[in-house]
DNA sequence: GATGAATGAGGCTTCATTCAT
DNA sequence: AATGAATGAAGCCTCATTCAT
């Protein structure tokens, strides 16, 4: 009789188990939680004995580290600081808060374990210089492009750029992270291709708005880089 | 020799033994999650033997299920609409804002539960009726604040009620859900008061800096802002 | 179908249940030392279920403790200070002699826990005031007795009560923890009776012996107390 | 870059590799017993792969009996039939009794193991034709010396040498297996120097007290203690 | 109504052992 | 010979729930 699943059995290939119990952890922490994930479904979707997710991980708190570790890594790769600064004040910005909605959108385990290790006061997050470094590059350029943005009289200039990240990030987390309260309040779904559609250009426009609100144009106003269109 | 903690022990007020467990429960289900929350944590917590917790709601969903209920009940109580509706279209929004991003700040349980909620797919909501039924009125109210504030010229007229209420939420949310992770990342704490206070004009000025924009302002142009008035 | 085991459900008396467990435990340790034993195995033997002897005890490690209490308590009543005391100096240490030895032999549990204890360093017994009050009574007795043996000219008076107590005890002792071994080496059973009691009365001589060796005997030689033969 | 650790890898010298691990399984063994021990920690220890363990030793239970061999084969080879032999009744007995305190002091591995074997009921003693061979020659050599002293008029003449061998290695074995509890009672470390001295001579003394006891001295008397004169 | 002893299913973790390399 | 990934059978312990009182 053949095995009825492929172990990986055979295979001795540690980095490439490695990574399937990472990947199949990061599903069962985002369905379940923390405290609700079992180890034991883990390895069953990984086709992984139970044990060996103990011989590579330590133990399920630590595993749920490198599974926040890899979401954080995530969201940072999904926020191109390089490229949205070459799109220019406007632009970038716009860019930027639609990107953060995409990615809690296609990613709904960064917005389940953010929210779970909220839970945990952060004590994951805290302990991860890791973590806590990768947030550096995207806030320099943030902070260029609204440098730029006022240069060129474009944005006004008493904003904060953690208050900006904070409100752009949420305008998108919220609509992802209680997706399903939301449709059942409103018995519809949030995620229809065209509610998400205008939803993503009304963030955009929101934290522009914000940004531009009480600006006088200046006559002959030209942004430096990223003019797309005149009506901006 | 009286006992050394007061129990419930032979109060027979069945009510009030009610209301501790479900104060209690609220609190642990706030700190641990649904999976996380002990029936034993609640009932030690609300000083009560932890068969009464099965006695009085059956079963740990149960109870789960009445602190959802609760929490939606003070989410909607914050939320007053008549009062919202009262102070005309400009500053009823911006005091919805306000008072939206007040409430998950006062009561982070409403905003753990909420997200817990969301692992399971909201399927408890769902099942509430008497939850669903919360909504109505508020969102009945912001709809006449937006035609009102559109046919006085004040609102642009594309947006819809839903989404500038995820927005509005949105935007206090995501500051207090990710209290820790913020915290941590920005290694200051969120939490200060002068903070607090910034962010909480930020998100009042966001969403009518969005509801006003481009709108040409008619010739007997009032300002927006803290107008009072009873034109709005 | 009548249940094919009588459990504890409905007895409701937690002072039995403990009692039981703790029996249980105390076999299931002798017979396999702390690391060897199944807290599956105490519980059924108990006829009780497993959680059960977490909710009483907490944890193996603290059942242990409870087991070690209990053979150290039992092993102190097996040697009476008292009565001891009452048979004078000779009559007094052999009986000692004797019925240490007979508590070993009696009790294996005694044997075994206390080697057990002293692979851990003894970290137990450490924490355990009350374990190491229990001595205190013996050896008060046994000094006094020493004392009136070297008044009386009948005994050295070089002897130290703590040596010959763990002399005294030394000879009774390995005979049982070695019982296994020592029989496997001789071809022989240890614990026959015959073999029993001739080394139950070498263990008295030996030591007796010993505090008596190099006394010269006074003429008048009156023990005040306890004379049962003119040859001691 | 060299290795950090210099591990047996590549030195194809199964002879020492298998050495060594018995020598951390002795180790292993002797601090936390047959069933605490964890072959794993004795490969950590060994610096080799717990997979070699097994390669060479087969099983934990086939290392244990190999461990147990070796400790029977130090302990007998710690005492010299042959010398002990040499130096007459009286002070053969006495240095018997003295070097096997000694073993036990400087091999706790021996007292360890032994009390575990114990717990098995000696079922790998007896197993073992290898281990019970060596005691023969032993026990020839102290019957030999029992008699010669009995013919000296020495010895008391109904004095058994299994019981003799017994409380002899008692008296020195408890001292070292109870170590810690004994320590922990009296408040004192039982293996200071002086403490040691003491009752080394102690035994010593107790036993030869024993052997001499109601013995009529010959004409030519001489005492027995410390006589190493020809004619013992 | 209220208690807390008792249960049993199942969770995380350990560990001796096997096996491909 | 030697390694270390991989396994699976327990092992300790937790916890929601039941039940006698």
């Known amino acids: 009789m053949p095995p009825r699943q492929r172990r990986l059995r055979g295979t001795r290939d540690s980095a490439t188990a490695q990574a399937v119990i990472l990947d199949a952890a990061i599903r069962e922490f985002a369905a379940k939680g923390l405290a609700g994930a079992r180890v034991d479904a883990i390895a069953r979707a990984a086709r992984v004995a139970k044990g060996l997710v103990f011989h590579h991980y330590g133990s399920k708190q630590a595993l749920w580290v490198a599974a926040l570790e890899h979401i954080y890594a995530t969201l940072r790769s999904g926020q191109d600081a390089a490229a949205i600064e070459a799109l220019g004040p406007v632009e970038g910005i716009r860019e930027l808060a639609r990107s953060t909605f995409r990615l809690f959108r ?45 240069r060129a009289g474009l944005f006004r200039d008493d904003v904060d750029v953690t208050a900006l990240y904070i409100a752009l990030s949420g305008l998108g987390y919220f609509y992802c992270a209680n997706r399903w309260t939301l449709s059942a309040v409103f018995a519809g779904d949030l995620f229809r291709e065209d509610r ?37």
Chains 1, 2, 3, 4 share one sequence.
Do not use: C, W
């Open 106 to 150: 296609d990613h709904p385990e960064i917005v389940a374990l953010m929210n779970e290790e909220n839970l945990h006061r952060a004590s994951n997050v805290r302990a991860s210089p890791r973590i806590r470094a990768l947030y550096n590059p995207l806030f320099a350029g943030m902070q260029r492009l609204l440098d730029a943005g006022r």
């Open 196 to 232: 998400i559609a205008t939803y993503e250009s009304l963030i955009a426009d929101m934290v522009v708005a914000h940004l531009q609100h009480g600006v006088k144009p200046r006559r002959p106003r030209r942004s430096a880089r990223g003019t797309r269109s005149i009506a901006l």
